[in-house]
């Protein structure tokens, strides 16, 4: 094992842990998983993500086979379709965290954008947010849905399920995660209250100064 495969091992257990301790991730819902120069690392099937053992990640190589560590998550499809088809993502996070799975449920939800521009950190760590028909979890056509947006979203609303978000690298994808969330309490909130959003110029200046996601 590289010095670089076992730094991002006990890096991801810190950022699990660290989601689950602060409620974006509950029981055994939610995965995460780092690209490597010669594969994926992956959080275990049916694991808590409070008490994920560096040891015990998943790896899997370039093509999705599994190679060593526990089992990898049943969502693989879906990690392995945003490697796919964003070659910049480094990392990929799936959560159930409350107010995103909310808004996953909402009809009213637009699936072309499903977190409108409240905030600035929202277009800078998270961008265009689209909704990706239900499927069940773990089901392979999940990551054909993803693969559909042709990269176009670091990050999507699974219908009635909950949200997952790339990042180019483990640390961003965590963050950004947390942005989403974060953003969507802000929306339940302000449910049925008149609402500001950013203006379209200020949306464009803001991927200008920081990078289209």
Do not use: W
Request: hydrophobic content about 40%; proline content about 6%.
């Amino acid at each position: 094992m590289t010095h670089e495969e076992k730094t991002l091992r006990k890096q991801m257990s810190d950022l699990c842990r660290s989601l689950f301790e602060r409620g974006f991730s509950v029981g055994t819902a939610g995965n995460v998983s780092a690209r490597l120069p010669d594969g994926i690392l992956m959080t275990p099937t049916n694991s808590t993500l409070g008490s994920i053992d560096p040891d015990r990640i998943a790896k899997l190589d370039i093509v999705g086979n599994h190679i060593t560590g526990d089992r990898p998550s049943k969502e693989v499809f879906l990690h392995r379709a945003f490697y796919e088809t964003r070659p910049q993502a480094g990392a990929v996070v799936h959560l159930h965290s409350t107010c995103a799975t909310a808004i996953s449920c909402l009809k009213e939800t637009d699936p072309e954008d499903c977190i409108p521009p409240l905030t600035p950190y929202v277009v800078m760590r998270v961008g265009t947010v689209k909704m990706v028909p239900f499927v069940k979890p773990g089901d392979p056509r999940s990551g054909d849905l993803i693969r559909a947006l042709n990269g176009e979203c670091a990050a999507v609303l699974l219908a009635n399920h909950g949200p997952v978000v790339s990042g180019n690298d483990l640390f961003s994808a965590v963050c950004a995660a947390e942005e989403l969330e974060e953003t969507a309490k802000l929306l339940v909130a302000l449910r049925g209250q008149k609402t500001r959003l950013l203006k379209d110029t200020d949306v464009a200046e803001l991927k200008q100064a920081f990078g289209y996601l």
